[in-house]
């Protein structure tokens, strides 16, 4: 029987007085024993958050009060064990980090475009199809002939696309994203400097899953998400990779049986550039979470990143 329900949501809507709405928020999650992280901004609300069925219910239903987040919706999946040991509810420029003023969903975006359309969207050979996710996640999967923009970062998505896209040249771009937050604010951008056809799959990758059948499918490999799953595939299953406590990257099966592996520790992708102090500390962390877990107790230590 799973205990917890996660809820990952995001809305572009223009908020105010965003002191008064952290507060009062901070307070429902931790009456209601909710925890995760919930991001605020001038231009909307991002976050995921964990609990029993009826306290998640009660913050949807704070949040649903605010003007402009009435329609908000958000994805659910179930845990048995809690995935976040903490509240933080957060003040921030922006929802998703891009770091470019002007670029607004709440003003112009570009065409949503539903999973059941997407094959066709991005079958189109005048389309350029991007991924606009990090490199990390993109490692894993992808959607079939996707532009991999080679990105630490989604803040460093604005210097591709002036390097490499034209709004004279580039007619139609079909942009994705995990959830669709990257992907609408992306869409925004490209609008602002003057791309005419501009998609972006509504609901993101976990949405396509979701309703598209394996065999029409044009996705490839699994999908990395931001909670205890790491990562899913089609059906939106469970997927095979575990994540890497010290670069929170995913880890597949085949890497674990690296030399550069360790449990706890270090995976390929990190193993070089730790100092032996750091494998040190990640290798005494590690233990801890183990004889917490023995002792039926909470280790409190990093959690999953955010989608921003």
Request: glycine share 8%; hydrophobic share 35%; proline share 5%.
């Given at each position: 029987m799973t205990?917890?329900?996660?809820a990952a949501l995001y809305r572009f809507a223009p908020l105010g007085n965003l002191p008064a709405m952290k507060?009062?928020?901070?307070?429902?999650?931790?009456e209601n024993e909710v925890c995760g992280t919930l991001l605020l901004a001038k231009e909307g609300v991002n976050g995921t958050i964990a609990g029993k069925r009826k306290g998640i219910d009660a913050v949807l239903r704070a949040l649903k009060r605010y003007p402009g987040l009435e329609e908000l919706e958000h994805k659910e999946s179930r845990a048995t064990e809690a995935p976040f040991y903490r509240m933080k509810v957060r003040i921030k420029k922006e929802i998703v980090t891009m770091g470019v003023d002007g670029a607004d969903p709440?003003?112009?975006?570009?065409e949503y475009v539903a999973p059941e359309d997407w094959n066709?969207?991005?079958?189109?050979?005048?389309?350029?199809?991007?991924?606009?996710?990090?490199?990390?996640?993109?490692k894993i999967g992808t959607f079939k002939n996707a532009v991999d923009?080679?990105?630490?970062?989604?803040s460093e998505f604005p210097a591709y696309v002036k390097e490499n896209l034209d709004p004279k040249k580039n007619k139609k771009v079909a942009m994705f994203c995990t959830g669709g937050i990257r992907c609408e604010k992306?869409?925004?951008y490209m609008k602002q400097l003057g791309f005419e056809k501009v998609y972006h799959l509504q609901g993101g990758i976990l949405k396509y899953?979701?309703?598209?059948?394996?065999k029409e499918s044009l996705w490839q490999g699994e999908c990395f998400v931001f909670d205890q799953r790491v990562a899913v595939t089609h059906g939106l299953k469970e997927g095979t990779h575990i994540l890497c406590p010290s670069c929170r990257c995913p880890v597949s099966p085949a890497e674990t049986k690296s030399k550069k592996y360790i449990d706890g520790v270090a995976c390929p992708a990190c193993f070089d550039t730790l100092t032996p102090e750091k494998k040190?500390?990640?290798?005494?962390?590690?233990?801890q979470v183990k004889l917490a877990k023995k002792r039926g107790e909470k280790h409190i230590g990093r959690e999953f990143p955010q989608e921003e």
């Amino acid at each position: 029987m799973t205990a917890y329900v996660v809820a990952a949501l995001y809305r572009f809507a223009p908020l105010g007085n965003l002191p008064a709405m952290k507060s009062s928020l901070q307070k429902i999650c931790d009456e209601n024993e909710v925890c995760g992280t919930l991001l605020l901004a001038k231009e909307g609300v991002n976050g995921t958050i964990a609990g029993k069925r009826k306290g998640i219910d009660a913050v949807l239903r704070a949040l649903k009060r605010y003007p402009g987040l009435e329609e908000l919706e958000h994805k659910e999946s179930r845990a048995t064990e809690a995935p976040f040991y903490r509240m933080k509810v957060r003040i921030k420029k922006e929802i998703v980090t891009m770091g470019v003023d002007g670029a607004d969903p709440n003003k112009a975006v570009g065409e949503y475009v539903a999973p059941e359309d997407w094959n066709k969207i991005i079958s189109d050979k005048e389309t350029v199809v991007i991924d606009t996710r990090n490199g990390y996640e993109i490692k894993i999967g992808t959607f079939k002939n996707a532009v991999d923009p080679e990105t630490a970062s989604f803040s460093e998505f604005p210097a591709y696309v002036k390097e490499n896209l034209d709004p004279k040249k580039n007619k139609k771009v079909a942009m994705f994203c995990t959830g669709g937050i990257r992907c609408e604010k992306a869409s925004a951008y490209m609008k602002q400097l003057g791309f005419e056809k501009v998609y972006h799959l509504q609901g993101g990758i976990l949405k396509y899953l979701e309703q598209v059948p394996e065999k029409e499918s044009l996705w490839q490999g699994e999908c990395f998400v931001f909670d205890q799953r790491v990562a899913v595939t089609h059906g939106l299953k469970e997927g095979t990779h575990i994540l890497c406590p010290s670069c929170r990257c995913p880890v597949s099966p085949a890497e674990t049986k690296s030399k550069k592996y360790i449990d706890g520790v270090a995976c390929p992708a990190c193993f070089d550039t730790l100092t032996p102090e750091k494998k040190a500390a990640a290798a005494e962390r590690h233990k801890q979470v183990k004889l917490a877990k023995k002792r039926g107790e909470k280790h409190i230590g990093r959690e999953f990143p955010q989608e921003e």
